[in-house]
């Protein structure tokens, strides 16, 4: 793998190739974190059996970067992931999930937990790419304490035949958490819940959604807003149909139990433009390349 040599935790099916921690980063297997440390335990949603600790508890002088693999064929992998993120820290965190045979069948089920403690700054970008044989389930929650700040971009750059990902956020007071999921799907079952909770006092957030339907895909997306304090919060959902064989289900939801929260959303759902498409294609583009240029545009 190219990117191999810059991971800082790499395993392919369910063997570790690589973990590099460094001086105030320690990076290890869930399972002997869990063995080592009994306060880390109740970070975790269950006993792990594979995946990653990473404690950062100094001052990064550089990106961190994960990468989980499926190589063999029917290969089954149940992850348990856990990331401390200390106080007053500024991290950058990036995560690949794929395949590396694209023709082979494995599953991928990920369970995780980030922990983002009092005056963090984390900016994570999450990447899927997958099989068209592989089925992917992911639950991420996300805890941020007081004056914390998260930048959380998630992207299916190659949709699996099957998805489902649930993304938990809980802000606490003064948090601020930007959650954006994109997918382009095609031949895919995706089922995407995002909830933002928002538990403190002046906590705030986003949940931005862009997804795109091609041909057989089912594409659902239930998101929520919760706000039990007085903060602010906003969903903008946004679907596109690419094709007459596929189907695209958003279902925004604002719950509040607070008078002073502020909460919002916003939902479309619509298809690609003809007279978009017709002038690309004056333009001297095919029509694969004009839609392929209309949907990037989409996503961005």
């Given amino acids: 793998m190219k990117s191999a040599k810059n991971t800082h935790y790499l395993q392919i099916d369910n063997k570790i190739e690589k973990i590099c921690g460094s001086e105030g980063i320690e990076i290890l297997p869930a399972k002997t974190a869990w063995e080592k ?11 792990p059996k594979t995946g990653y600790f990473i404690h950062v508890q100094k001052q990064p002088d550089h990106a961190l970067s994960t990468c989980v693999s499926v190589s063999s064929r029917g290969v ?3 992850m348990q992931n856990l990331m401390i993120i200390e106080e007053n820290l500024k991290v950058s965190i990036k995560g690949v999930c794929n395949s590396i045979h694209k023709s082979f069948a494995g599953s991928h089920q990920a369970k995780g937990k980030i922990i983002v403690k009092q005056g963090a700054e984390v900016n994570y970008q999450q990447i899927h790419s ?38 938990r956020l809980t802000l ?3 948090a601020v958490a930007n959650l954006e999921t994109t997918a382009s799907c095609a031949e895919t079952e995706f089922d995407l819940k995002d909830v933002l909770m928002l538990k403190g006092k002046n906590a705030s957030g986003m949940i931005k959604l862009r997804l795109a339907a ?18 602010k919060g906003h969903l903008d959902c946004q679907g596109l149909l690419l094709d007459k064989t596929a189907k695209v289900s958003l279902v925004p939801g604002l719950i509040c139990s ?10 479309s759902i619509g298809k690609v433009s003809e007279e978009e498409l017709n002038y690309l294609q ?19």
């Fill in 130 to 167: 997958w099989g068209k044989k592989n089925t992917v389930d992911t639950d991420y929650q996300f805890y941020l304490e007081k004056n914390s700040h998260l930048d959380h971009k998630y992207q299916v750059a190659l949709p699996p035949k099957k998805l489902k990902a649930s993304i």
């Fill in 76 to 78: 089954k992998q149940e």
């Fill in 214 to 231: 091609g041909k057989n895909s089912l594409v659902s997306a239930y998101s929520q807003v919760r706000a039990e304090a007085e903060a």
């Fill in 282 to 300: 004056m333009r001297g583009l095919t029509e694969k390349q004009a839609l392929e240029l209309i949907v990037n545009g989409f996503l961005q």
């Fill in 258 to 267: 607070n008078k002073k929260a502020q909460i919002t959303h916003e939902a």
């Fill in 172 to 174: 606490l007071e003064n």
């Fill in 37 to 47: 440390y009994a306060w880390a335990r109740k970070y975790f949603i269950d006993k």
